[in-house]
Nanobody, 127 residues
Framework: VQLQASGGGSVQAGGSLRLSCAASGRTLSRYTMAWFRQTSGMEREFVGTIRRSGSGGAAFYADSVKGRFTISRDNAKNTVYLQMNSLKLEDTAVYYC???????????????????WGQGTQVTVSS
């Protein structure tokens, strides 16, 4: 499977961006997907996940983004989105989307839960 993340850019604090993750080689609705982010010198951080449609399709978020970020799917476009509102300086990072081959019980928030990764898209939030 190939994942193509896009939509990153520069935005002022308080603004919004929507990231997209388009896939080829898989029907994304059948798989649990996630967004992670990483800043230079830091470990990759869980942002949120959306369960496969067969497991209910619910989304779960890290506390740091809960209430501000929303993950959704467009099955017709085989794309998953990360809508980011009320952006803060600390949201600055490279954002990655990921797909899990196997669904696991509970919230899949570890990067080791995921098997395929997009190339990352830079989000920069400035004051």
């Amino acid at each position: 499977v190939q994942l193509q993340a896009s939509g990153g850019g520069s935005v002022q604090a308080g603004g919004s961006l929507r990231l997209s993750c388009a896939a080829s080689g898989r029907t994304l609705s059948r798989y649990t997907m996630a967004w992670f982010r990483q800043t230079s010198g830091m470990e990759r951080e869980f942002v949120g996940t959306i369960r496969r449609s067969g497991s209910g399709g619910a989304a779960f978020y890290a506390d740091s983004v809960k209430g501000r970020f929303t993950i959704s799917r467009d099955n017709a476009k085989n794309t998953v989105y990360l809508q980011m509102n009320s952006l803060k300086l600390e949201d600055t990072a490279v954002y990655y989307c990921a797909v899990a081959e196997r669904h696991r019980v509970g919230v899949m928030s570890r990067d080791s839960d995921y098997d395929y990764w997009g190339q990352g898209t830079q989000v920069t939030v400035s004051s």
